[in-house]
């Protein structure tokens, strides 16, 4: 077993790969993650973002690279990684023919929990995951949000110093969703370094800092914030037009444009310089016959940026081919 590194931070990627075949998952990952840090891993799915939970989290040989969480090497001692986190999959890994409390006792015997603190352990996670007086429900009948509260107090019955959830609330309501994220902070604030896949947007946001992830490679990294001020190659136009279809089908082929997209009832629009874009945008689209309402710069929200960043990223890819 590797001698414990006291380290400031939770885990340490550096440039890790995963290779299955002639496909690569994973390429040449680096990251560096805080102790008590929410950090989150916003992608697409297909994007390599559950390899890399499964590499960090013991369940997964690198190809290359190296990875070390909770100050012990991944590839050298997965198991003494496995004993110092919690995970929770983006399926849900329970037995719906078990109660909860029967759930709760299994995965206590499973990472180890001392019998002298059963009972304190299980009374903290049905408190935690606001269970309590639920213990004897069969855990098939569970709503979807009570059941990812309870694959999440499964997950840090022991206490662990990290945990990885992988895509936690996919398929969970909003209002679960956001009671879900509440608990995550709970745990941050307590130490708990909590490392979270996502594709949904708007959960990025809850997080301390994000890497964007596309085809297995990181593409940007920082804070929510950092990232719409400074990610986006260019400016951002809203621009609300009638007719919208024709109007998007029209700037597909604007010289000042870089990318445009529908947004509800108006439209996104990429451009070098919003100064000088505006009027020439705002005439070609008059000789299109589409007239404009109203066309003003705005700041990017994540999903400007991810679209932004994947689109030059293909564009990129297609050069090389």
Known sequence: MLEQQEQDDSVVVENLVKRFGDFVAVDRLNLKIRKGEVFGFLGPNGAGKSTTIRMLCGLLKPTSGHAV???????RAPEAVRQNIGYMSQKFSLYNDLKVIENLRLFAGLYSVPSDKLKERIEWALT???LKGQENLITGTLPGG???RLALGCAVLHKPRILFLDEPTSGVDPISRRQFWDLIHQMADEGVTVFVTTHYM?????????????RGKMVALGTPSELKRDSMKGDLLLIE????????????SAPDVMDAAV?????????????????RVEKYLADQGVA????ERIRPSLEDVFVSLTTESNAGEERKA
């Open 263 to 279: 947004f509800g009832n108006a439209l996104h629009l990429v451009v070098l310089d919003a100064a000088a874009a505006i009027p």
């Open 146 to 148: 009570w059941k990812q």
């Open 202 to 214: 708007e959960e990025a946001e809850y997080c301390n800092r994000l890497a964007l992830i596309f």
């Open 69 to 75: 969480v909770a100050g012990y090497d991944v590839a």
């Open 292 to 295: 404009v309402n109203r066309i």
């Open 241 to 252: 037009c009638e007719p919208l279809g024709k109007a998007v089908e029209a700037l597909q």
């Open 128 to 130: 935690m995951a606001n």
